[in-house]
Antibody
Framework: EVQLVQSGAEVKKPGESLKISCKGS????????IGWVRQMPGKGLEWMGI????????RYSPSFQGQVTISADKSISTAYLQWSSLKASDTAMYYC??????????WGQGTLVTVSS | NFMLTQPHSVSESPGKTVTISCTRS????????VQWYQQRPGSSPTTVIY?????PSGVPDRFSGSIDSSSNSASLTISGLKTEDEADYYC?????????FGGGTKLTVL
């Protein structure tokens, strides 16, 4: 069974750094792109970027380029999304999802990130 | 880059049929596959249609997808509406390593 299990909710202060994770199982982790999607409170889905864990090839949405870093450790089947300096506007639910050809076929349960002073 | 525009909300009665549109702002709707995701409150999105009109296993055939090149849009049609279909629905497509979601449509079944 394909599963993507994300790390737990985080509460951070503005200016702090953060790295959240997404662990894949039940399939060949290095053979599928993994994407990250943001959902701000009460808002829609926004594609942030994708990574191919096999060779760490990474693509970013122009809206998120330079704002976050996506990485992966194929030895432990885990993808990451990180911030070096959080802002209140980063408060959102973040989902990872497996990219199957053109679409995201399996999604993680989401990680809620709250940034507040 | 392009945008996908969806109606903010639609509503219909149980047992009826509803269609949600998704219009591509630039580039042909037919040039890249369109997907549809359902998101119930408090849950992760799930795929109900992929590659324009394909249903994942487990999705009932009440859900169907289509594209219309004349209006440069895609549509999700749900027939025989059930209260459990009440959710947010998002269309999604891509080009040049850029994946785009529509703004989402809130479906109310009343």
């Amino acid at each position: 069974e394909v599963q993507l299990v994300q790390s737990g909710a985080e509460v951070k202060k503005p200016g702090e750094s953060l790295k959240i994770s997404c662990k894949g199982s039940g399939y060949s982790f290095t053979s599928y792109w993994i994407g990250w999607v943001r959902q701000m409170p009460g808002k829609g889905l926004e594609w942030m970027g994708i990574i191919y864990p096999g060779d760490s090839d990474t693509r970013y949405s122009p809206s998120f380029q330079g704002q976050v870093t996506i990485s992966a450790d194929k030895s432990i089947s885990t993808a990451y999304l990180q911030w070096s300096s959080l802002k209140a506007s980063d408060t959102a639910m973040y989902y990872c999802a497996r990219l199957n050809s053109a679409y995201f076929d399996y999604w993680g349960q989401g990680t809620l990130v709250t940034v507040s002073s | 880059n392009f945008m996908l525009t969806q109606p903010h909300s639609v509503s219909e009665s149980p047992g009826k049929t509803v269609t949600i549109s998704c219009t591509r702002s630039s580039g042909s709707i037919a040039s890249n596959y369109v997907q549809w995701y359902q998101q119930r409150p408090g849950s992760s999105p799930t795929t109900v249609i992929y590659e324009d009109n394909q249903r994942p296993s487990g999705v009932p055939d009440r859900f169907s997808g289509s594209i219309d090149s004349s209006s440069n849009s895609a549509s999700l049609t749900i027939s025989g509406l059930k209260t459990e279909d009440e959710a947010d629905y998002y269309c999604q497509s891509y080009d040049s390593s850029n994946w785009v979601f529509g703004g989402g449509t809130k479906l109310t079944v009343l």
